[in-house]
């Protein structure tokens, strides 16, 4: 069965950085598309960043020129490099990645971004 597990979040100040990873489990298909989502307490899910299985990004406005998203195709896993964070950031990030025409998200991890 196909798991995705994040890790890497946690508490930061304002304009700190902090890297979110997932792995994907279970499968020995390469993902395809690979991506982010977060969700602020009180606020629906929001797309953060997409990464193609042949490196090509797209990240939302909110975080363009802040956030990276790469990804490790060898071991199907995924990245997001968050960096001069704001208080707004704040949200559990939830990765989602399309495995054979599925697609599955992981548990996901909090991030908290305060002084």
């Known amino acids: 069965q196909v798991q995705l597990v994040e890790s890497g979040g946690g508490l930061v100040q304002p304009g700190g950085s902090l890297r979110v990873s997932c792995s994907a489990s279970?499968?020995?298909?390469?993902?395809?598309?690979m991506a982010w989502y977060r969700q602020a307490p009180g606020k629906q899910r929001e797309w953060v960043a997409t990464?193609?299985?042949?490196?090509?990004?797209n990240t939302a406005d909110s975080v363009k020129g802040r956030f990276t998203i790469s990804r490790d195709n060898a071991n199907n896993t995924v990245h997001l490099q968050m960096d001069r964070l704001k208080p707004e950031d704040t949200a559990v990030y939830y990765c989602?990645?399309?495995?054979?025409?599925?697609?599955?998200w992981g548990q996901g991890t909090q991030v908290t971004v305060s002084s």
């Open positions: 990464i193609s299985v042949l490196n090509s990004t």
């Open positions: 279970g499968t020995i298909f390469r993902a395809d598309a």
């Open positions: 989602n990645a399309i495995i054979m025409s599925r697609s599955y």
